[in-house]
């Protein structure tokens, strides 16, 4: 594969999860490391952790980290040395042969405003110059794409994720849809991973700012601007990182959580809630939301799945608001009346 089509290679992905793929592949078919691993940055309680997401070694083989791990359990950025001098340097560091007799190059990668990730490579030798450049090259190429994805599929006020991106996230979450096929031989999956349990699926909920309005009426659409930012930023403190947040306009955001079981999706965001009630929003004061959930099943489209959560707002609204409601067990218990699909069968509940 030469220069030019791995670039073309890169440039025509996508899907976030298989560009990181492809950009480790990529650098291991250019460089030929020993060992490969590219490292995303996450924060827990203000301490940076780091999540594996690719790793390729002598042989071609990659395996694509589990993303279901909670960042608390992540390892911290302290317990890599090579990774946490490349962080503080915020350049390229190399270090001396260790014990396996490898050299250890390290390069930041740059996101918007900050490091989003680290990648490292072990080589029997020093990297030559112009294979530092090369990496040096790829990588901005990566990021320059990143920035593209980023304008296209985020929110202009909040960063979210926007409402356009939804559709295609959706259907990659189906529970019937196979695993991503990746380019780089064979792929396994590292990391902790929870037990199978068939109870679990992933989940998706509708987040509602209450009397909004008034908001904007009482204090102007500057501070009712501040409220929908600080929320997002509310959001994303209180769910994991594989979780993902989208605003739907207004004060209307979407929610799709990782596969788990019905009573952690609950927790997930009922601490959602609590955590909005208890935050002080400048000038504003106190703000509540109301949220409907509801499980994703096999089958579903993104708009049969948001009208379920919705009725569950809707049903959360008309009960007095901030609150959290489940359509599953709203139908269960008879409040509400289950849905039916376009051929007129009723919805199955897994």
Not at 176 to 194: A, D, V, W
């Amino acid at each position: 594969m030469t220069l030019i089509d791995s670039v073309a290679g890169l440039t025509d992905l996508r899907d976030r999860d298989e560009l990181e793929v492809t950009l480790a592949s990529v650098m291991f078919d250019l460089i030929r490391p020993s060992k490969l691993s590219l490292w995303r940055l996450a924060s827990h309680l203000g301490d940076l952790r780091v999540r594996q997401r690719v790793l390729a070694v002598a042989g071609n083989r990659a395996a694509v980290a589990d993303t279901v791990t909670a960042t608390s359990d992540l390892p911290r950025l302290d317990s890599h040395p090579a990774l946490r001098a490349c962080y503080d340097a915020r350049t390229p560091v190399r270090s001396n042969p260790g014990k396996n007799r490898q050299r250890c190059h390290v390069f930041p990668v740059v996101g918007d405003r900050d490091i989003v990730g680290l990648l490292e490579i072990e080589h029997p030798e020093a990297l030559r110059e112009n294979q530092e450049r090369l990496v040096a090259g790829l990588l901005r190429i990566y990021r320059n794409h990143l920035g593209v994805l980023d304008a296209s599929e985020s929110d202009e006020l909040t960063g979210l994720l926007n409402r356009k991106t939804f559709d295609n996230y959706f259907r990659r979450q189906m529970p019937q849809q196979p695993p991503l096929q990746m380019r780089s031989g064979q792929f396994e999956r590292i990391g902790k991973r929870r037990p199978p349990n068939r109870q679990q699926r992933p989940w998706l909920a509708v987040v509602d700012i209450d009397f909004f309005k008034r908001v904007n009426d009482r204090f102007g659409h500057l501070y009712g601007d501040e409220v929908l930012v600080l929320l997002a930023r509310l959001l994303r403190n209180l769910l994991r990182e594989t979780d993902r947040i989208f605003r739907f306009g207004g004060e209307e955001f979407v929610v799709v959580l990782g596969a788990t079981e019905a009573p952690f999706a609950e927790q997930a965001l009922e601490r959602c809630r609590a955590g909005v009630e208890g935050f002080q929003f400048p000038q504003v004061g106190r703000v509540t939301v109301s949220i409907g959930y509801t499980g994703i099943i096999a089958g579903d489209s993104g708009s049969d799945a948001f009208g379920r959560a919705d009725e569950a707002l809707y049903f959360a609204k008309e009960q007095g608001r901030n609150q959290v409601r489940s359509y599953d067990l709203l139908v269960d218990q008879g409040s509400l009346q289950p849905k039916t699909v376009a051929n007129g069968a009723l919805e199955l509940f897994g």
